[in-house]
Every structure is written in C-alpha cells, then in structure tokens.
C-alpha cells in the first residue's frame, strides 16, 4: 500500500483533527514542506486538501495547464478539467475511502491529452488531510495503443475479409465444378445416346443383308487400328471409328436385291450400288457431330489414281480418314463371303494390298495395316 504520510502528522494529537476546517489547517501547515517535496518531481504534481481545494502545485503542474496554478486554492476539478465536481472516475473520491493510491486513465479535453491521473493520501493520525494529486501525459502511450489496436482490428477485419473471399471463391469453385459435373454428365448421356443411335442405323443395315451382316463392326476395328498404329490423336481415331461404322449406311437406300444377287451384276445394276458412298453422305449431312467424317465415307470407295468412285478423286484429295476406310473395307471384303463368290481369304488379301499399293492403296495406310496385323498374327501365335 502506498501512502504518503508525515512522520510529524502522527505526533499531532487526535483533539486538532475534529472537523475538517481542523484537517484543512493542518494540510496548509505543511503546504510548504509539501512544495518542497513536489518541486522535485519530474511529472506535474499538486497538494490538495480533503476539500479538494489546490494548496500547492510544482512547475510542471503549471506547464502542464499553461497558466501558474500554483497555490490557487480553488477546487482541483475546476482548475484541472473545468468541472463543477469530481469528473467521474477521479480516484480522488475513491482514495478518499481507500486511503491508498488511486490512479484512473482520463482524458482531458481542454489540453486534448491523455492523463494518468494518481492520488496517494497523506494521512495524519489515520485521517485523511490531503492528496498528492500528480498527472502524467500518456497521450503517446495512449495514441500508440490505439493505432496498435486499430492496426489490430484493421488486421483482424483483413483476416475475415479474406475467410469470406475464400469461402465465397470455394463456394464460386464447388458451384463450377457441380456445373461442370452436371455439364459432363449430360454431355456423356447425350454421346451415349448418339452412340446407340448410331448402332441402331447399323444394326438396320445388318438386318437388310445376310451378306454384310458383322462388315461394318470389322471395318470401323480395322480402321481404328490403322489409325491408331499410324500415331493419329484421340480425336481422329474416334471418328474413323464411327466412319467405320458407318461407312456403308447409304446401303439403306439400294435394293435388297441387289446387295443379295447371287451372280454378277450388270452395269447398271453396278452403277446403282455405286451410289452408296454419296447416299451415306446425303443420309447423315444434317448430323452436326458426324460433319467432319461424311468426306472419309463419301469417298471410301476413291483410289489413289482417280479410278474410284464416286467423283474419281486422285491422291492427296482424298481424306486420309476415306484412304484407310477403303484399305479396311476391301482386307473385309477379300476375306468375307458375298453372294456371288466365297471368300478369296486371307493369303490373297494381303497380296492385293501390296500389288495394289500405289495406284489404289496409300502406302503409308497399307504398311500401317500389314503392321496390325503382323501384331495381332505374333500376338495370337504367343497365346495358343
Ligand atoms: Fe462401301
Ligand atoms: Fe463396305
């Protein structure tokens, strides 16, 4: 506990302090041992009596207020913060009751600052006769803790504001990619239906001839081998796939009896047949997915010198992807029955490729071909 209390004062017998004009006296007697003692302080400091009146203050006192207070006897409050009574918080009231040291932050308006303002009681035979009252500026002390607070609660705002970026992004990202996911999973049921219907279409050539039952399946394989073994990406192989599938769909259109004459046909009857390739083209022309492969089926049946049809193309003007149908189908159609003749076979296809690699083949498609299949010979060798 600290107090500050006169050695002398507690020699005075408890008879000079009965009423506080008694107390008051008693506090001036001492006032200029009081002044003495304040005059050494570095902070403002004053002397108040139990009345609160100002009984002597030091030089700092009156820097501190711009104006000589020393002495006043006027009421601290006034004096200090311009009140009419003790501003709340004085720690005076509560030294009053305490008879320790009080102290209390205050700001003070008229000086614009900051104060820690202390109280130790000067007690004389266990009654109070006064106060040191001292005031320390704490206004940088105080200014600093603000910004620190405020540079905290900037700080701390920052944080949120982030978190709440971060979820709204996170909520942004996991609402894309539910999209996304909802996106694909149509995409890939409506592949999958177009798939199927284009199965349907084949399964309906199928059914129209005995002859050519299983021939789309095999060529679409074949050709996607080739593909494949010719380093083509993901996305060509797929189509030459489906250009296999379909390539002879224009079939559709071509009489039955004709797809399933026994003998040779005439020349008209040929020319007939000889429509299929542009009939295809015409049947799945309003498909937008199929756009890219209806030149590989139209010209399916072109060879290289110009001697195919239907528009007699030569060379580099036939699409790859209609070379490779046309090495696919004809390997299917040597080594498949027809009507009008048994299967020449394997021995006799591959023959064929090679004689007729250049003028009516692409050498690059056919050497690609002979490649699988020398593959898939030394494969199924290693497996029996
Ligand atoms: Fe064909
Ligand atoms: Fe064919």
New binding site residues.
């Given amino acids: 506990m600290r107090s500050v209390v006169n050695p002398d004062c507690r020699k005075q017998k408890t008879t000079l302090f009965q009423n506080k004009a008694d107390l008051t006296s008693m506090i001036e007697e001492y006032a200029k041992d009081w002044q003495l003692f304040i005059n050494t302080l570095r902070y403002p400091a004053a002397i108040i009596d139990i009345e609160c009146n100002i009984v002597a203050a030091n030089k700092e006192m009156s820097v501190l207020f711009g104006e000589n207070i020393n002495s006043t006897h006027t009421k601290c409050y006034q004096v200090f913060h311009g009140a009419d009574m003790p501003v709340e918080n004085c720690p005076m009231v509560k030294a009053e009751k305490s008879f320790t040291h009080e102290e209390a932050e205050i700001y003070e308006p008229s000086l614009g600052k900051f104060l820690r303002v202390m109280i130790d009681p000067i007690i004389a035979d266990k009654r109070l006769i006064g106060a040191i009252h001292y005031a320390l500026d704490i206004t940088d002390q105080k200014m600093a803790e603000e910004n620190s607070i405020d540079l905290v609660e900037i700080y701390a705002n920052s944080i949120n504001e982030l978190k709440a970026s971060e979820l709204r992004a996170q909520k942004g990202r996991d609402a894309f990619l539910n999209m996304l996911e909802d996106i694909s999973e149509s995409y890939k049921e409506l592949e999958n239906l177009f798939l199927r219907f284009i199965l349907v279409m084949v399964n309906a050539l199928d059914a129209k001839s005995p002859w050519?039952k299983g021939?789309?399946e095999r060529?679409s394989m074949y050709a996607e081998q080739i593909a494949k073994e010719m380093l083509m990406d993901a996305d060509e192989i797929k189509n030459i796939r489906l250009a296999g599938l379909l390539?002879?769909i224009g079939?559709l259109g071509i009489y039955d009896y004709l797809l399933d004459k026994p003998g040779k046909l005439t020349k008209e009857e040929f020319n007939i047949v000889k429509k299929h390739p542009a009939q295809g083209a015409s049947i799945l022309k309003d498909i937008t997915q199929l756009r890219e492969i209806i030149p590989f089926i139209k010209y399916?049946h072109e060879k290289l010198d110009g001697n195919g049809y239907p528009n007699k193309l030569k060379g580099k003007k036939i699409p790859l992807g209609a070379k490779i149908?046309h090495v696919a189908?004809s390997f299917?159609?040597m080594t498949s029955d027809r009507p009008y003749r048994p299967a020449p076979g394997i021995e006799y296809a591959l023959s064929e490729l090679e004689k007729h690699k250049g003028p009516q083949f692409d050498n690059d498609v056919v050497d690609a071909f002979l490649s699988v299949l020398e593959k898939s010979y030394i494969e199924s060798a290693n497996l029996l």
């Fill in positions: 050519t021939h789309s060529v390539h002879d079939k399916h149908l189908d299917d159609s």
